[in-house]
């Protein structure tokens, strides 16, 4: 049985198709981040768990791609807590009627010939340590809070599909402390943008932003976690090695960015039943700036965390839910964006700038230092 929405959906997802594809599309320079130096997925059967969601942002039945997520139960999405938390706390956008859809088994950029995996999102829990993307400055009608620093840590949301997604395999999440470190080859993948900048201030037009209508992946290294904390620190973001994940490629040219938040990166296997989610794309300065490499949130340090939602949010639950509520797991760290949409202290993303002191570190001996963009140019090892 068709549900009664996904008409609609599919309507609105065509508007937003045909309008990136025939007219200009403004792109703020506070977007989130996208993958620069990958390569296009050819196979369609590769990421059937790769979700991308849509937002209609003012209620007006207007959806345009946000986000990427990954099906991580047979109703449950995770993605990352800045690419909805705005649109459900941030005052001056929420209105009455905003929807966010999620189409599954997103291959390409395009209406599929059916609407099977295409479902609206009913429920949003987010992790209650999350702070968001705060301003530098007062604004009391938004009520910014003042800081020091970016934290951008807990940055997860599970969404509540309105119905189970039927045949297509949900993506293992790795709660293993000790995958997604120093060294492991992860991959990202995503409909973000594929140029590359080495400052955000250039993007304000939107002539250099360029979606992908394909499926992009890109082969990224663990890097080394107090040099990106340094890094990050020396920029007035707070980078926590235990919340997060530090990935990219010596010499720079390859990366997550704008329009990929949210996506998984994962440590590959053979075919899509041996991937696992190790990490999802959360924030960066740039893409693929040498030394700065992206920043993506830690999935085994929120086990219960995403358990205890999956057992919230699920209408079909998984066995562990009664051992965890006999065993008295559930920890309650858990914030019902759905329920309160207005008492949060989450703004939108700030553009981050590279600190002038920050020095690219020098590649180790045997790493190449060119890396392929886009449509095969080769990117200069340092900038």
């Known amino acids: 049985m068709v549900h009664p929405n996904v008409a609609r959906i599919v309507q609105l997802v065509v508007v937003f198709v045909t309008t990136t594809t025939t007219t200009t599309t403004t792109v703020s320079a506070t977007a989130t981040p996208r993958i620069v130096g990958g390569d296009a997925v050819w196979d369609a059967t590769r990421y059937p768990y790769f979700t991308g969601l849509f937002i209609d942002e003012f209620g007006d039945n207007t959806y345009e791609y946000k986000c990427g997520a990954t099906l991580i139960w047979h109703d449950v999405i995770l993605t990352a807590a800045h690419c909805v938390a705005d649109y459900l706390c941030y005052g001056e956008k929420k209105v009455e009627g905003m929807n966010i859809a999620a189409m599954v088994n997103m291959s390409k950029m395009e209406v599929p010939s059916d609407t099977e995996f295409i479902r609206e999102t009913t429920r949003f829990l987010r992790h209650s340590s999350y702070q968001g993307f705060l301003f530098l400055e007062d604004d009391d009608d938004l009520k910014r809070e003042v800081v020091d620093q970016f934290d951008v840590t807990d940055d997860l949301v599970l969404m509540q599909l309105d119905r189970p997604v039927q045949g297509v395999p949900h993506l293992a999440l790795n709660f293993d402390p000790d995958l997604g ?12 943008d594929m140029n590359v900048y080495a400052d955000d201030d250039q993007w304000s037009t939107d002539e250099v932003f360029d979606r992908p209508d394909r499926l992009q992946e890109v082969d990224l ?5 107090e040099e990106c904390e340094e890094t990050y620190e020396n920029s ?14 010596w010499g720079g040219g390859q990366s997550s960015c704008y329009g990929d938040s949210g996506g998984p990166l994962i440590i590959k296997g053979d075919d899509h039943s041996e991937d696992i989610q190790v990490g ?6 740039g893409c693929g700036q040498p030394g700065y490499w992206g920043a993506y949130t830690r999935i085994s340090e929120y086990e219960n965390f995403i358990k205890d939602s ?3 949010l ?16 559930w920890l309650g760290a858990l914030e019902d964006l759905t329920e309160a949409p207005f008492h949060c202290t989450v703004v939108a993303h700030p553009t981050i700038s590279p600190a002038p002191t920050a020095t690219p570190p020098t590649p180790s001996p045997g790493q190449p230092q060119d890396y392929k963009i886009g449509d095969g140019a080769t990117a200069p090892p340092s900038q």
């Open 280 to 285: 999802l794309v959360s924030f960066g300065i």
């Open 236 to 249: 007035g973001v707070l980078f926590s090695q235990s919340k997060m994940i530090c990935a990219g490629v």
């Open 310 to 312: 999956i057992c919230t």
């Open 181 to 192: 470190q120093y060294d492991d080859p992860v991959t990202s993948i995503g409909f973000g």
């Open 221 to 225: 290294v663990v890097m080394d976690g």
């Open 314 to 329: 699920s209408a079909v639950r998984p066995e562990y839910c009664d051992v965890r509520r006999r065993e008295r797991r």
